[in-house]
């Protein structure tokens, strides 16, 4: 019966001829019902984020279920033509974020509905709601024992800490060994993550008679997990890329006496400039430059007004620290990295007129300078960053 006419009026209209609209009610069955059902997930997920879900470690545990869902939909010519009407966003032809899949033989209705990871229908008797595909199982197993660490600020200094520490070769990656090595405090890269272990609970034995402890592990991802110490093991072990980050250690970097047999390695030198750039003179007391050399320190500035490292002037040698085996360069981008947030950012024009910055100028007290020597001896130096501020080196909060 068309919508807005009586029966009397379909009557009436049939004697005279006119045809009656009647509009069609399609019928689905139960499985494509569920299949548009699960797909209308995704669709719903593409409005919020404005893009299709995607594959990756980094992503919730739900993009990536529909990400392997949009995958097997691709895949099934049923399904694509059974969705086309529903797909306004063009996610069936996307492929961009598509992990390659086979296409299936035929399957059938609880295959196919386990396949797309949506509600299979079963009996009552059972409380098994839904079968996921065996990408989705993999995918949530992966993730589902982590959760976001509300206050990641506390620890996202220490990832990038390590980071710097990495790059300058004060820290190295090793090939993971065994679970002694997993204490608070610790660093490891798990499935291309850095791991940090923020806190280890007290020792158990577990069924099996084999010790065991509850970690607090914080992810740079910003995820976190209160996984057993085993865990993060079989992780490791697992991961053919898995990896433990060392301790950073500066090693012998000075000695009161040479060794027989051993060499000058090189001097620290700092120095203060004689420039009348009204930046330096305002503040000549604590701009200092600091780097390493092999040479003689006279023989490093000479000539020092005619080069821009030195800012077109001469300078005075304030302080010196020889050293004996050890990498120069090392330890100049240690330095470096340590006075970093007190870096000069000045410019001059060198003697062909074209601007320089110079990179090896810190707004810092020299008993800064020396205090930072100090913990580089006795290697506690990675344990601090300098706080322009209060002018000082300050403890680093773990």
Same mark, same amino acid.
């Given at each position: 019966?068309?919508?807005?006419?009586?029966?009397?009026?379909?009557?009436?209209?049939?004697?005279?001829?006119?045809?009656?609209?009647?509009?069609?009610?399609?019928?689905?069955? #139960?499985?494509?019902?569920?299949?548009?059902?699960?797909?209308?997930?995704?669709?719903?997920?593409?409005?919020?984020?404005g893009?299709? #879900?995607?594959?990756?470690?980094?992503r919730?545990?739900?993009?990536?279920?529909y990400?392997?869902?949009?995958?097997?939909?691709?895949?099934?010519?049923?399904?694509?033509?059974?969705?086309?009407?529903?797909?306004?966003?063009?996610?069936?032809?996307?492929?961009?974020?598509?992990?390659?899949?086979?296409?299936?033989?035929?399957?059938?209705?609880?295959?196919?509905?386990?396949?797309?990871?949506?509600?299979?229908?079963?009996s009552?008797?059972?409380?098994?709601?839904?079968?996921?595909?065996?990408?989705?199982?993999?995918a949530?197993?992966?993730?589902?024992?982590?959760?976001?660490?509300?206050?990641?600020?506390?620890? @996202?200094?220490?990832?990038?800490?390590?980071? @710097?520490?990495?790059?300058?070769?004060?820290?190295?990656?090793? #090939?993971?060994e065994m679970?002694?090595?997993?204490?608070?405090?610790?660093?490891?890269?798990?499935?291309?993550?850095?791991?940090?272990?923020?806190?280890?609970?007290?020792?158990?034995?577990?069924?099996?008679? %084999?010790?065991?402890?509850?970690?607090?592990?914080?992810?740079?991802n910003?995820t976190?997990?209160?996984?057993?110490?085993?865990?993060?093991?079989?992780?490791?072990?697992?991961?053919?890329?898995?990896?433990?980050?060392?301790?950073?250690?500066?090693?012998?970097?000075?000695?009161?006496?040479?060794?027989?047999?051993?060499?000058?390695?090189?001097?620290?030198?700092v120095l203060?400039? @004689?420039?009348?750039?009204?930046?330096?003179?305002?503040n000549?007391?604590?701009?200092?430059?600091?780097?390493?050399?092999?040479?003689?320190?006279d023989?490093?500035?000479?000539?020092?007004?005619?080069?821009?490292?030195?800012?077109?002037?001469?300078?005075?040698?304030?302080?010196?620290?020889?050293?004996?085996?050890?990498?120069?360069?090392?330890?100049?981008?240690?330095?470096? %990295?340590?006075?970093?947030?007190?870096?000069?950012?000045i410019?001059?024009?060198? %003697?062909?007129?074209?601007?320089?910055?110079? %990179?090896?100028?810190?707004?810092?007290?020299?008993?800064?300078?020396?205090?930072?020597?100090?913990?580089?001896?006795?290697?506690?130096?990675?344990?601090?960053?300098?706080?322009?501020?209060?002018?000082?080196? @300050?403890?680093?909060?773990?």
């Amino acid at each position: 019966m068309a919508k807005g006419f009586t029966e009397d009026d379909d009557a009436l209209l049939a004697e005279l001829g006119v045809e009656v609209e009647v509009k069609k009610q399609l019928s689905r069955t #139960p499985r494509e019902e569920r299949i548009i059902a699960g797909f209308e997930e995704i669709l719903q997920f593409a409005k919020e984020h404005g893009r299709p #879900p995607q594959h990756g470690e980094d992503r919730e545990i739900f993009e990536r279920l529909y990400a392997v869902r949009l995958d097997r939909i691709r895949d099934l010519q049923e399904c694509r033509d059974l969705l086309a009407p529903l797909d306004q966003q063009g996610l069936l032809a996307d492929t961009s974020s598509a992990l390659p899949a086979s296409e299936p033989d035929d399957l059938d209705d609880d295959a196919l509905l386990a396949e797309l990871g949506v509600e299979v229908a079963i009996s009552p008797l059972t409380e098994l709601k839904h079968v996921r595909s065996t990408a989705e199982k993999k995918a949530a197993d992966e993730v589902a024992n982590r959760e976001k660490c509300e206050d990641f600020a506390t620890f @996202k200094p220490l990832f990038e800490q390590v980071q @710097k520490e990495l790059d300058t070769g004060l820290r190295e990656t090793r #090939p993971f060994e065994m679970k002694a090595e997993i204490e608070k405090g610790r660093f490891f890269i798990v499935s291309g993550q850095k791991a940090y272990v923020a806190d280890k609970g007290e020792t158990i034995t577990n069924e099996q008679g %084999r010790t065991d402890a509850r970690l607090r592990v914080i992810f740079d991802n910003g995820t976190e997990s209160n996984m057993l110490m085993r865990s993060l093991q079989r992780a490791l072990n697992k991961d053919d890329a898995g990896r433990r980050i060392t301790d950073p250690s500066a090693g012998p970097l000075f000695s009161d006496q040479t060794l027989d047999g051993d060499e000058a390695s090189g001097i620290i030198y700092v120095l203060r400039s @004689k420039s009348d750039h009204p930046l330096v003179t305002a503040n000549r007391e604590l701009v200092h430059k600091i780097g390493v050399t092999n040479m003689s320190v006279d023989k490093r500035i000479a000539g020092a007004h005619l080069q821009p490292t030195f800012l077109m002037a001469n300078v005075e040698v304030v302080a010196t620290y020889e050293l004996y085996n050890i990498n120069r360069s090392k330890l100049e981008n240690l330095i470096h %990295r340590i006075f970093e947030p007190a870096r000069l950012e000045i410019e001059i024009m060198d %003697r062909f007129g074209r601007p320089v910055v110079p %990179r090896e100028w810190f707004l810092v007290p020299l008993f800064a300078i020396n205090d930072a020597v100090d913990k580089i001896r006795d290697g506690t130096i990675t344990s601090y960053r300098y706080d322009p501020h209060a002018a000082a080196l @300050k403890p680093i909060l773990r």
